[in-house]
Each structure stands twice: as structure tokens, then as C-alpha cells.
């Protein structure tokens, strides 16, 4: 705990300050999952600790709690009476090549109709199993790759170190802060209890680190409206993650709806976005424009293997790169298992969505910029070894809050939240809500 924390402090040039961790206890897997969990949920904090203590002199105390860190990094929604979708398609997950192991991800239709174009129309896993069949593994990543797919071979650690794209994120910093000028101060307008009031929050991100990140900026008061294009849909994880958002559609093609996301652009604190390295560049809205339409914006971004190297702007997420870095590999000798292993939950997503969420925390008032990316995250869990196979206590009915969020799927409850900051409560003011449920407009 104690190296991974230090290095996520001072990859977010945060002082080595004690932070309390209770209960105890780990999720089962070849890392120290929990570890990062708690982790990258304290230095959260303790960005907004150090943002109370600059604008009243007062830091607060921090404590996060082992066992909800851990659940918070699967899910925190505790439906009554109904249930959250299937986060998969049918047809996504591991298959065996003729040499190995690869990982087709087509929760997306046009993912799925990608690595159709290539291994051929399916209607079951079974027939998809035996298409993968008669591939390499490298031949197939490439073909679905090329056909604007997204897919994974199976690799262990040592071939990613080997690997053109491994050797570009080892040399990449855990955060990219970049100054982007010097813009003026800007007063801040929060208090002790919602630090983050006033400070408007578009969020361009999607499954699953960036919802992560603005999911917690929203705990904290921010003004978060999140914006998709007009047919995207994630009905596994929409539930989790628009929990204190503002959900609009916006196609960024067509010229009106251009006119609005710049008008709100003008007016944002704070853009995240999680688009492939140069999709946004593509649209018209690259740094120097995003500068220029909006001077002092704090500008916080992800994409799944870096931001150099051969595969910057490929396609990626979580799991992927599970598997490209030798995560998925490991997990299976750890196992004793005859197929990949990843790790329990989707830690690198949840993570690098708070060391996003801290970065934004951090670039307050002075604008600025920070990337970070899966693939940098998966390299600090790897490098920070195994962590305790002490078992965690089953969740009960202490963990889930008192209060029933009404969502418009149910009734649900959300789970308590593992972080404490003295004075500062970290609680959402709207339910999850669907995406394009609102107008594309600021409060």
C-alpha cells in the first residue's frame, strides 16, 4: 500500500501526508487490486483536502475504508427490485487462437460488427469460438484492429516490456501535467461542505474511468453535465455511473449541435474526455482550439495504451489492456488456471478514474492540462507486486446507506462511501438517470 500510494502522490505532486485506512482485508488476484483501490480513492481525497487547505487554511482529516473501496471498484448500486443489464454482449470475452489467447470486446454494435467483418456473423459465443479457431493470435488482433474493431492477444509481462507500445508507456509519467499558458486566477466559490460548487464540469467520457471521475467531482458539488452522441448506449454500466450527472446528446457532425457544445465549452471549468488521442483533433476541436474557445479550462484526458508509441490511438479498455500487458497472463499462473485470468473487477478503469478526477482537483484555478491512460495505471499495479490474500468480510447491510436513490429503472440503494473527509461529505444531489435525459445547458 504504502508504495503505490506514495507514487500516486507524487505522480500528483501531493505531499506524503498519512492517511487513515480501516477495516482490512483483499479482493482475491495476483495484484494487490484493493491495494490500488484504496490508493487512488485517498489521493482523491486528498486533493480536495489540499484544495480546502489553500482556500480556508484548514486540511482536513482522511480515511477510506479497505472493504467499501473494494465493492465501490465493481459497483455501488444495490438495485430493489429490479436489476442492472448484462455489462457484456453475448459474444465478447476470451477465445483460443491457434496459439494462444486473444479477447474480442464488442459491447459496442459497431465493435461487434468489426470482428463480424472479419471472423463472420454469429449468433452465440460457441460459433464465434470456432471461427477464432483457425486464427493466430497476432494475425486476428491485427485484422479485427484494422477493421476498426477492438481486440487483445494474450501476452505476459516480459513480451509487453519487449512490445514497441510497452517500452513507450514505461517511459511515460503515471500523470502528464502540462501548463497551457498562463491564464488568471479564478476565485474560488466553494465551501467546507461542497468544495467543488460553481465549478462546471463537461464530460465527454464513456465506459468506464472518465464516468468514474466526474462521478466523484459530482459527489463533491460540481455542475456535471455529461455529453454522447445520439445513438451511444451502455446499459450495463449507465446505472453506475451517471449517479449526480446531467446526461445530454449532442452529434458534434452536425453544425447546430456544434454551436452548442461550443457554447458550453466557453463555459466549462473543467472538460474530461476519454476519445483516442486524435479523435478529437478529427472533429475540429484539437488543443489549440480547445484553448481558444475556452482560455484557463482545466483539460483532463484518458485513452487505453498512451500517448506515444505506435498504438496511441488505438482502440482500447480495460480488459484489453489486461490482457495486452501481461495482467491476464499472470492472473492465470497465479490461478493455476488453463485460460486467461484478469483481475475481479475492472481496477484499471476505476482507478485512473480517480487519478483523473484528483488531476482535475489539482489544475483549479490556474487551468492547464493532465493524460493519463490505462496502460500507465496497469504498469504502477504490476510493478507494485502481489498484495495480502487475507479475505474480505462479506458485504451486509450495514455497508448500503439508508437513503433509497429513486432511479428511473427503481428504487435502489447505494452502497456507504469508502472515503471520509472531515467537514466534507461526499454525496450526489441527483439519482442516475438515463443518457439524453436532459437539455444540453449549464445551470
Known sequence: MTDLLTSIQAALGLPHTPIAFTSSGALPSAFAVTDLACASIATAGQAVSELLQQHTGRLPHLEVDRRLASFWFATSIRPLGWSVPPMWDPVAGDYATQDGWIRLHTNAPHH?????????????????????????????????VDAGGCAAEMRTWAQWQAHPQGQAVNA???????NNGHSPEKPWRGSVARPLAGIKVLDLTRVLAGPVASRFLAGLGADV??????????????????????????????PADRAVFEHLL????????????????????????????AP???????????????????????????????????????????????????????????????????????GGSA??????????????????????????????GILVEQTPWGPAHRLQVPLKITGTPVEWELPASELGSHRAQWW
Open 112 to 144: 461487434r460488427a468489426a470482428a463480424e467483418t472479419v471472423l463472420g456473423a454469429v449468433d452465440n459465443r460457441a460459433a464465434m469460438a470456432s471461427h477464432v479457431a483457425r486464427w493466430a493470435k497476432s494475425d486476428l488482433e491485427q485484422a479485427v
Open 172 to 178: 511515460e509519467p503515471l500523470v502528464h501535467f502540462e
Open 225 to 254: 453535465l455529461r455529453i454522447d452522441p445520439p445513438t451511444w448506449n451502455e446499459p450495463g454500466v449507465i446505472p453506475e455511473v451517471t449517479l449526480g450527472k446531467r446526461c445530454a446528446r449532442l452529434d458534434l457532425h452536425a
Open 266 to 293: 466557453k463555459d466549462a471549468d473543467v472538460l474530461l474526455h476519454g476519445y483516442r488521442a486524435d479523435a478529437l483533433e478529427r472533429l475540429g476541436y484539437g488543443v489549440a482550439e480547445r484553448q481558444r474557445l
Open 296 to 366: 484557463g479550462l482545466v483539460d483532463v484526458c484518458l485513452n487505453a495504451y498512451g500517448w506515444s508509441g505506435p498504438w496511441q490511438n488505438r482502440r482500447g479498455f480495460d480488459s484489453l489492456v489486461q490482457m495486452s500487458s501481461g495482467i491476464a497472463e499472470a492472473g492465470m499462473h497465479w490461478k493455476r488456471a488453463d485460460k486467461p485470468t484478469p483481475l475481479p473487477l475492472q481496477a484499471l478503469d476505476h482507478a485512473t478514474g480517480y487519478l483523473m478526477a484528483a488531476s482535475a482537483i489539482r489544475l483549479l484555478g490556474t
Open 371 to 400: 493524460r493519463l491512460s490505462l496502460a500507465r495505471t496497469a504498469k504502477l499495479l504490476i510493478e507494485a507486486g502481489a498484495g495480502t490474500d487475507e479475505p474480505l468480510h462479506a458485504e451486509d447491510e450495514n455497508d448500503q
